[in-house]
């Protein structure tokens, strides 16, 4: 049974950083892309992130770039997501999601597993 859990969302201020886990199980993930999407109340889902488990080749959404990193330690199974100088729209739910490689980056209907999403708040 797959099982993505993402950890280490909370509530901070505007210019904080925070640092979101995503920890992998079940099956192996070395021909996927692991990816963090988020979605904020009235929005559809976006895309954050995302990494590939083998190569570690990876992919940043535009209202991200500069500021989030993605990152992945492979024998924990775990990818990471470090968010710096966050935003009040940053404030969503972030999910961790896992696609084959070749599907594509964008489109989270290509995901075929998701986490049950952890909350980020950020307050000016």
């Known amino acids: 049974q797959v099982q993505l859990v993402e950890s280490g969302g909370g509530l901070v201020q505007a210019g904080d950083s925070l640092r979101l886990s995503c920890a992998a199980s079940?099956?192996?993930?070395?021909?996927?892309?692991m990816g963090w999407f988020r979605q904020a109340p009235g929005k559809e889902r976006e895309f954050v992130s995302a990494?590939?488990?083998?190569?570690?080749?990876?992919y940043y959404g535009d209202s991200v770039k500069g500021r989030f990193t993605i990152s992945k330690d492979n024998a924990k199974n775990t990818v990471y997501l470090q968010m710096n100088s966050l935003k009040p729209e940053d404030t969503a739910v972030y999910y961790c999601?896992?696609?084959?490689?070749?599907?594509?980056?964008?489109?989270?209907?290509?995901?075929?597993?998701w986490g049950q999403g952890t909350q980020v708040t950020v307050s000016s």
């Open positions: 999601a896992a696609a084959r490689t070749g599907s594509s980056v964008l489109d989270p209907l290509k995901y075929n597993y």
């Open positions: 990494i590939t488990w083998s190569g570690g080749a990876t």
């Open positions: 079940g099956r192996t993930f070395s021909n996927f892309r």
